[in-house]
């Protein structure tokens, strides 16, 4: 029998592309339907935060911050204004302290339910995108209250935050708790029993420990290996020590692990959140800082639990009000580097699978 | 009604006329049928997912669909430089004049004016559905575009697959009925009972099959949003992007009435008349269709040729030994 001429195709997905969750480009080479490589293009976002960063002081860079990773952008402002911090040694007032873990563990919970809704829609189902807007929704009139923004809050200061929260604002958080409680048990109901979903995310784009450390994954996708590795745990910053909480961890390294895990994490949140508005005192917000920022020369590292995986921000100073260098460490675009290796031998179908397991925020990998 | 018993007349021209005239009828009613269907779909898709739904265009937005075909009526016809024009320009067509056609052999009331009564009506229905096949795969292939060829070829195959389990599923129905007439089978219940209650394993590889047929979700890989764009209608934009549409939602209104005439007993019930009985059938089963989509995700491609070859199709064959046992000893004893 004569052998069929086969080629091999060269896809282009994205940078348009409903499901590259804004403008990643994969240059995919299909045999088939059998991904045989795939080059992933980034920088169709890229605004030179970190060149910019260079000529501003420290305090306005935080309205880029939030430009970095837009669905979670007060841990983004945490990061920098934390670095600064503890470059320069400032006491932060307790209030500030609870009300900065309140907003951000909002934030984590808001930025994680919309990877459910996201990844849902990329596996084919409608329903769950909507249903965790309504909870994002009352995530984001929260901050609204808190800071008058939905999406870039621009909330952080260097030594405390802008604003007190308005009266009522602990309660209607506290209020949230139990109803956002509920919603998780609803997604489980929805989503984790559905045996075409599981069908389509047990035992796909796993990786063990060993691979995910080799690429520097944090977050989610180096937990979801089975890793106990959360700094909130491992180096506490802020307040983190004084609360009551796990860290779940998954077992296999596959798309699953790492759904339930962004569900795992809401929970845990939650906890946080209850505890911080339990114990939040009374007080200033805004400490004792000088009115023009100089961090002593020399360099500073500090990484947080962002949303994604570890968010570092690392910084030279020459003593001036502007940072020398300003480098961010974007998790997303260093969990985005194992995605060829993954993808290799998968098909197309799956691409969207893992692809959107991963978790990125196109704003955050090009910056 | 004499007015449109024309299958047994002699073809003359006033025969043809008639012929043509009871054509537009059904065409216009259709159209109105899959109007409302995308209204229906959209409200409660849309109630489903916390949504108001279409609201806008006249009271309780009733004619957003009247609104849609007109947008896309008076869109720009656009063919890419680099297809297959002539394929291109029919593949609509091939696509969705059999969508209209099976529709003839429906039998929406005893009397069915409309109806074809062929006596081989599932054989016709199943074999003219078919063609719908070559239109989508033509659209693909014609359209010269990467997203379009996959989601061209990935519904060849799977319509092609499904195709199988759905006609072996019928088969119990029609060993039942001892006909391939619609008429016959419907016939066949009233004296008998609903063919849910006997052909229950039949039924379920008829409804899991029909929504594959069909390219509905959890089965809408050819169109797969997330992964294709639009599949094999990526280029198409205009009328015969609504052609497509149209073809993809007049099936899922005959599917839903062979599905209410082979297993709920057609237009047979008490007290309302026949149509009305009809339509709440056919209605509940697109309301099924629309339901599943709110809820389901999408199967991955290759689980879905697993999934008709290694589980319908098995059990379509269980189903129908077991039927053709069971009735011979009813037969012999």
């Given at each position: 029998?004569?052998?069929?001429?086969?080629?091999?195709?060269?896809?282009?997905?994205?940078?348009?592309?409903?499901?590259?969750?804004?403008?990643?480009?994969?240059?995919?080479?299909?045999?088939?339907?059998?991904?045989?490589?795939?080059?992933?293009?980034?920088?169709?976002?890229?605004?030179?935060?970190?060149?910019?960063?260079?000529?501003?002081?420290?305090?306005?860079?935080?309205?880029?911050?939030?430009?970095?990773?837009?669905?979670?952008?007060?841990?983004?402002?945490?990061?920098?204004?934390?670095?600064?911090?503890?470059?320069?040694?400032?006491?932060?007032?307790?209030?500030?302290?609870?009300?900065?873990?309140?907003?951000?563990?909002?934030?984590?919970?808001?930025?994680?339910?919309?990877?459910?809704?996201?990844?849902?829609?990329?596996?084919?189902?409608?329903?769950?995108?909507?249903?965790?807007?309504?909870?994002?929704?009352?995530?984001?009139?929260?901050?609204?209250?808190?800071?008058?923004?939905?999406?870039?809050?621009?909330?952080?200061?260097?030594?405390?935050?802008?604003?007190?929260?308005?009266?009522?604002?602990?309660?209607?958080?506290?209020?949230?708790?139990?109803?956002?409680?509920?919603?998780?048990?609803?997604?489980?109901?929805?989503?984790?029993?559905?045996?075409?979903?599981?069908?389509?995310?047990?035992?796909?784009?796993?990786?063990?420990?060993?691979?995910?450390?080799?690429?520097?994954?944090?977050?989610?996708?180096?937990?979801?290996?089975?890793?106990?590795?959360?700094?909130?745990?491992?180096?506490?910053?802020?307040?983190?020590?004084?609360?009551?909480?796990?860290?779940?961890?998954?077992?296999?390294?596959?798309?699953?692990?790492?759904?339930?895990?962004?569900?795992?994490?809401?929970?845990?949140?939650?906890?946080?959140?209850?505890?911080?508005?339990?114990?939040?005192?009374?007080?200033?917000?805004?400490?004792?800082?000088?009115?023009?920022?100089?961090?002593?020369?020399?360099?500073?590292?500090?990484?947080?639990?962002?949303?994604?995986?570890?968010?570092?921000?690392?910084?030279?100073?020459?003593?001036?009000?502007?940072?020398?260098?300003?480098?961010?460490?974007?998790?997303?675009?260093?969990?985005?580097?194992?995605?060829?290796?993954?993808?290799?031998?998968?098909?197309?179908?799956?691409?969207?699978?893992?692809?959107?397991?991963?978790?990125?925020?196109?704003?955050?990998?090009?910056? | 009604?004499?007015?449109?018993?024309?299958?047994?007349?002699?073809?003359?021209?006033?025969?043809?006329?008639?012929?043509?005239?009871?054509?537009?009828?059904?065409?216009?009613?259709?159209?109105?049928?899959?109007?409302?269907?995308?209204?229906?779909?959209?409200?409660?898709?849309?109630?489903?997912?916390?949504?108001?739904?279409?609201?806008?265009?006249?009271?309780?937005?009733?004619?957003?669909?009247?609104?849609?075909?007109?947008?896309?009526?008076?869109?720009?016809?656009?063919?890419?430089?680099?297809?297959?024009?002539?394929?291109?320009?029919?593949?609509?067509?091939?696509?969705?004049?059999?969508?209209?056609?099976v529709i003839a052999a429906i039998p929406w009331t005893a009397s069915h004016p409309f109806t074809a009564d062929i006596s081989v009506a599932l054989l016709y229905y199943l074999a003219l559905s078919s063609i719908t096949i070559l239109g989508i795969m033509l659209g693909g292939w014609a359209s010269n575009n990467k997203y379009s060829l996959l989601g061209g070829m990935r519904s060849a195959a799977q319509m092609i697959s499904y195709e199988i389990p759905l006609g072996m599923s019928l088969l119990g129905v029609i060993l039942m009925a001892g006909s391939l007439n619609i008429v016959d089978i419907v016939e066949a219940q009233r004296r008998f009972m609903w063919f849910i209650i006997p052909q229950f394993l039949g039924f379920c590889v008829f409804i899991v099959a029909a929504t594959a047929e069909l390219n509905r979700t959890p089965f809408d890989l050819p169109?797969?949003?997330?992964?294709?764009?639009?599949?094999?209608?990526?280029?198409?934009?205009?009328?015969?992007?609504?052609?497509?549409?149209?073809?993809?939602?007049?099936?899922?209104?005959?599917?839903?009435?062979?599905?209410?005439?082979?297993?709920?007993?057609?237009?047979?019930?008490?007290?309302?008349?026949?149509?009305?009985?009809?339509?709440?059938?056919?209605?509940?089963?697109?309301?099924?269709?629309?339901?599943?989509?709110?809820?389901?995700?999408?199967?991955?491609?290759?689980?879905?040729?697993?999934?008709?070859?290694?589980?319908?199709?098995?059990?379509?064959?269980?189903?129908?030994?077991?039927?053709?046992?069971?009735?011979?000893?009813?037969?012999?004893?």
């Amino acid at each position: 029998m004569a052998e069929i001429r086969t080629e091999e195709m060269l896809m282009n997905v994205g940078p348009q592309h409903p499901s590259t969750h804004g403008v990643l480009r994969l240059v995919v080479k299909l045999d088939g339907e059998t991904i045989v490589d795939v080059d992933p293009v980034v920088g169709y976002l890229h605004r030179g935060t970190e060149k910019l960063a260079e000529d501003l002081q420290y305090t306005q860079i935080i309205p880029y911050t939030d430009r970095m990773d837009y669905l979670a952008a007060m841990l983004n402002n945490y990061a920098l204004v934390h670095a600064v911090e503890e470059a320069m040694e400032l006491q932060i007032p307790e209030r500030a302290e609870y009300l900065r873990v309140i907003v951000m563990e909002l934030n984590r919970i808001a930025s994680h339910l919309l990877f459910i809704g996201a990844y849902l829609l990329d596996l084919g189902a409608m329903s769950p995108f909507l249903y965790v807007f309504q909870d994002r929704e009352r995530i984001l009139q929260l901050f609204n209250e808190i800071c008058g923004a939905r999406i870039t809050y621009n909330y952080m200061r260097i030594g405390g935050v802008k604003w007190d929260a308005p009266p009522g604002w602990i309660e209607k958080v506290q209020q949230f708790v139990p109803h956002m409680r509920e919603s998780i048990k609803m997604l489980h109901d929805l989503i984790t029993g559905n045996e075409i979903f599981l069908n389509r995310v047990k035992g796909i784009g796993a990786y063990d420990a060993e691979t995910a450390i080799a690429y520097s994954l944090s977050g989610i996708n180096l937990r979801c290996t089975g890793y106990k590795w959360d700094l909130r745990r491992n180096r506490p910053y802020s307040i983190y020590d004084r609360f009551d909480f796990e860290i779940p961890v998954g077992k296999n390294g596959d798309c699953f692990d790492r759904y339930i895990l962004h569900l795992e994490e809401m929970e845990q949140s939650l906890r946080i959140v209850e505890q911080a508005c339990g114990q939040i005192p009374e007080g200033p917000v805004m400490g004792k800082v000088p009115k023009i920022l100089r961090p002593p020369a020399g360099e500073y590292y500090s990484g947080i639990e962002g949303a994604r995986g570890e968010l570092g921000v690392y910084f030279v100073s020459d003593g001036k009000d502007k940072p020398y260098r300003l480098k961010f460490r974007r998790p997303s675009f260093v969990n985005l580097q194992l995605l060829p290796s993954l993808l290799k031998g998968q098909n197309m179908a799956n691409l969207i699978a893992i692809l959107g397991a991963v978790d990125i925020v196109l704003g955050e990998v090009d910056c | 009604m004499p007015f449109f018993q024309w299958v047994n007349d002699a073809l003359t021209w006033g025969t043809l006329f008639r012929m043509l005239l009871g054509g537009i009828i059904v065409l216009l009613f259709l159209l109105g049928v899959v109007a409302y269907m995308l209204y229906f779909e959209r409200k409660i898709i849309g109630w489903m997912q916390l949504r108001i739904g279409p609201n806008r265009v006249g009271p309780l937005g009733l004619f957003q669909s009247i609104a849609d075909v007109l947008k896309l009526l008076a869109k720009e016809d656009i063919v890419p430089a680099q297809a297959d024009r002539p394929l291109f320009l029919i593949a609509p067509i091939i696509a969705f004049v059999p969508s209209f056609v099976v529709i003839a052999a429906i039998p929406w009331t005893a009397s069915h004016p409309f109806t074809a009564d062929i006596s081989v009506a599932l054989l016709y229905y199943l074999a003219l559905s078919s063609i719908t096949i070559l239109g989508i795969m033509l659209g693909g292939w014609a359209s010269n575009n990467k997203y379009s060829l996959l989601g061209g070829m990935r519904s060849a195959a799977q319509m092609i697959s499904y195709e199988i389990p759905l006609g072996m599923s019928l088969l119990g129905v029609i060993l039942m009925a001892g006909s391939l007439n619609i008429v016959d089978i419907v016939e066949a219940q009233r004296r008998f009972m609903w063919f849910i209650i006997p052909q229950f394993l039949g039924f379920c590889v008829f409804i899991v099959a029909a929504t594959a047929e069909l390219n509905r979700t959890p089965f809408d890989l050819p169109e797969a949003e997330s992964e294709l764009v639009a599949g094999y209608h990526t280029e198409y934009s205009g009328f015969r992007f609504a052609f497509y549409m149209l073809a993809e939602y007049l099936y899922v209104f005959a599917i839903s009435c062979l599905g209410a005439a082979l297993f709920f007993g057609g237009w047979s019930g008490p007290l309302l008349p026949g149509w009305l009985w009809f339509a709440i059938k056919v209605s509940a089963f697109i309301f099924f269709f629309f339901w599943l989509r709110a809820t389901m995700p999408r199967i991955r491609v290759d689980q879905l040729m697993t999934f008709s070859w290694k589980v319908l199709l098995p059990l379509a064959l269980v189903n129908i030994v077991l039927t053709s046992v069971i009735k011979y000893w009813v037969n012999a004893g």
